[in-house]
């Protein structure tokens, strides 16, 4: 099992339409979960960091966080193009790494 | 500007030369990462410093790839006999302990 996984791409939503973006991780002690977004030939950019469980929302992104199930999501409200972009989940293991998922592209669709 | 800056953004080099990469970190940074990242996938952990201690290196690392943080601040990346599956855009963040990564432009590295 690869230490942090997200659903394969590409995902493709209208404009004005929800982004569901899902993560999961297999390190149990794992404290510390972040979401990046990476527009293409660019480096990843910090979207939001969670680090308890439920919901943090900041403007139209809102993570959600389940240590139980090991599970980590974003969402992205009222989608636009220019979110068009790789997003990335990274995660702090107990080892004190941080260690990316593979992505996951999304294209709004104007 | 005080992100984390990388040079050269670019290079091309031949089979089996040596190159070396340099990172600048955010100044209050104590943390510094390498990271490799090709098409398609996420960025693959390479090595990290705290100071000037390099804590840990990838298993995946061959003994080709090594790294410097000599006086805490920037580091140096350095592959020896390059080859041409190490082409890739390298990647160097920083943070304060293991707080959150702030990423540099990167390197893309092509060798022919």
């Known amino acids: 099992q690869k230490e942090v996984e997200q659903n394969s791409g590409p995902l493709s939503v209208p404009e004005g339409a929800i982004a569901s973006l899902n993560c999961t991780y297999s390190?149990?002690?794992?404290?510390?979960f972040f979401w990046y977004r990476q527009y293409s030939g660019k480096s990843p950019e910090l979207i939001m960091s969670?680090?308890?469980?439920g919901d943090k929302e900041d403007g139209r992104f809102t993570a959600q966080l389940n240590k139980a199930s090991q599970y980590v999501s974003l969402l992205i409200r009222d989608s636009q193009p220019s979110d068009s972009a790789t997003y990335l989940c990274?995660?702090?293991?107990?080892?004190?790494?941080?260690?990316f998922g593979p992505g996951t592209s999304l294209s709004v669709i104007p | 500007d005080t992100g984390v800056s990388q040079d050269p953004r670019h290079k091309i080099t031949k089979r089996g030369q040596n190159v070396t990469f340099r990172c600048d970190p955010i100044?209050?940074?104590?943390?510094l990462y390498w990271y490799r990242q090709t098409l398609g996938q996420g960025p693959e952990f390479l090595t990290y410093?705290?100071?000037?201690?390099?804590?840990?290196k990838s298993r995946l690392l061959s003994d080709r790839f090594s790294a410097e943080r000599p006086k805490g601040s920037f580091s140096t990346l350095e592959i020896q006999r390059t080859e041409q599956g190490d082409s890739a855009m390298y990647l160097c963040?920083?943070?304060?302990?293991?707080?959150?990564?702030?990423f540099g432009p990167g390197t893309r590295l092509t060798v022919l």
């Open positions: 990274a995660v702090r293991t107990s080892y004190d790494k941080v260690i």
């Open positions: 390190d149990r002690v794992s404290q510390s």
């Open positions: 410093f705290q100071n000037e201690a390099q804590l840990e």
């Open positions: 963040a920083s943070s304060w302990q293991g707080d959150t990564q702030y």
């Open positions: 969670i680090y308890s469980n």
């Open positions: 100044s209050e940074h104590n943390r």
